[in-house]
């Protein structure tokens, strides 16, 4: 068996000031991710949990744990008794990073479905810390990472609207991605500036770009026809706007 990476790395430089990152089919016929790092390759399946493992015989490890509450809830018909140790939330932490890498390196491709995905998977992940942890300082430490998860995740379901031309769709989401993180802030005091920053300024980019419908380009025409006094032409362009909106009922 040659062991040697030599081969593969002289054929893929590394770029230190991008992420290089590429999808592969693997020997098992599964769509792998690969990153060029400095010293090397590393790889990741592209669904399920990124290392490729199944902890306890599940998908993942919050797949586990969420199947663990449901079956003390079915049995004692409360929660009271779930709780998640020191020991279950490093364990979470680190899926966690294994799925953050993963939509980092999605993202750059644009598979922003897939990193919608990913993203939906850290947020519930730190749903059940924040419910389930025994310590508080866990809790804590998990949602420090809620203002940049869901700033990610709102980039992508907008990103997703974009790609089918639904502007109105995209900037719901940000609306909603920014009030969940006010939301955020408010409860925790976690500083978020830059995460709501980068969602308001990309909304108002959108707002720039978004191609205007035929009415409201008839109603740009119809107020500086009115602001130049032409109103003849004022009248014949409401007509049409109204025959528009009728059109449209």
Not at 6 to 33: A, H, M
Request: aromatic share 8%.
């Amino acid at each position: 068996m040659k062991r040697d990476l030599s081969p593969y790395l002289s054929n893929w430089d590394f770029d230190p000031t991008d992420i290089c990152v590429r999808k592969i089919q693997g020997l098992d016929g599964r769509e792998k991710l690969q990153v060029r790092l400095d010293l090397g390759i590393m790889q990741m399946e592209l669904h399920d949990r990124p290392d490729g493992t199944c902890p306890h015989g599940y998908f993942s490890l919050l797949e586990y744990y969420l199947d663990q509450l449901e079956i003390e809830q079915t049995k004692s018909g409360t929660d009271e008794n779930f709780y998640l140790n020191r020991k279950a939330c490093l364990e979470l932490s680190q899926e966690g990073l294994l799925f953050y890498h993963r939509y980092v390196c999605l993202m750059r491709l644009g598979d922003f479905e897939a990193v919608a995905r990913d993203t939906a998977h850290n947020l519930a992940l730190l749903d059940l810390v924040r419910a389930y942890a025994k310590n508080e300082q866990d809790r804590e430490i998990f949602e420090h990472y809620r203002p940049y998860v869901l700033m990610v995740h709102t980039r992508a379901r907008g990103e997703v609207c974009l790609q089918k031309g639904d502007y109105s769709g995209a900037l719901d989401h940000i609306e909603n991605g920014i009030d969940k993180i006010q939301t955020c802030v408010a409860n925790t005091g976690i500083e978020a500036d830059e995460e709501i920053e980068a969602l308001s300024e990309w909304a108002e980019e959108i707002e720039r770009d978004r191609p205007i419908t035929l009415q409201q380009k008839l109603a740009q025409k119809l107020q500086k026809a009115i602001a130049e006094e032409r109103y003849e032409q004022a009248a014949r362009l409401r007509d049409r706007l109204s025959s528009l909106e009728k059109n449209n009922l």
